[in-house]
């Protein structure tokens, strides 16, 4: 089994700053391309930012120049640091990945499409 657990989120002033980390448990193989999903009240899941395995980096246009995203593949987890944060960042924040391969002494599991719970950042004064 795989899971992907989110922390960090909670409540930020506006032109504040939050860390979000993502971490995967498991007996993890490896892990493609993880991504930072969110969705706000009343709209669709966007992507924010995504990173590949070897740690190639892309931004929504509302996140370029404020967000970072980052990985550590021998912690097995991915972070994105948002930072000039305004109330239209409020969302559930998600990570994502393609693919994670799952290793044990009997079996070799890939699964695809693999989503954490989530974690709410609201920014609000």
């Known amino acids: 089994q795989v899971q992907l657990v989110e922390s960090g989120g909670g409540l930020v002033q506006p032109g504040g700053s939050l860390r979000l980390s993502c971490a995967a448990s498991?007996?993890?193989?490896?892990?493609?391309?993880l991504h930072w999903y969110r969705q706000a009240p009343g709209k669709q899941r966007e992507l924010v930012a995504g990173?590949?395995?070897?740690?190639?980096?892309n931004y929504s246009d509302s996140a370029k120049g404020r967000f970072i995203i980052s990985r550590d593949n021998a912690k097995n987890t991915v972070s994105l640091q948002m930072n000039s944060l305004n109330p239209e960042d409020t969302a559930v924040y998600y990570c994502h990945t393609d693919e994670v391969v799952v290793t044990s002494a009997v079996s070799v599991n890939r699964y695809l499409d693999v989503w954490g719970q989530g974690t709410l950042v609201t920014v609000s004064s």
């Open positions: 498991g007996s993890i193989f490896s892990i493609a391309a």
């Open positions: 990173i590949t395995s070897d740690g190639v980096t």
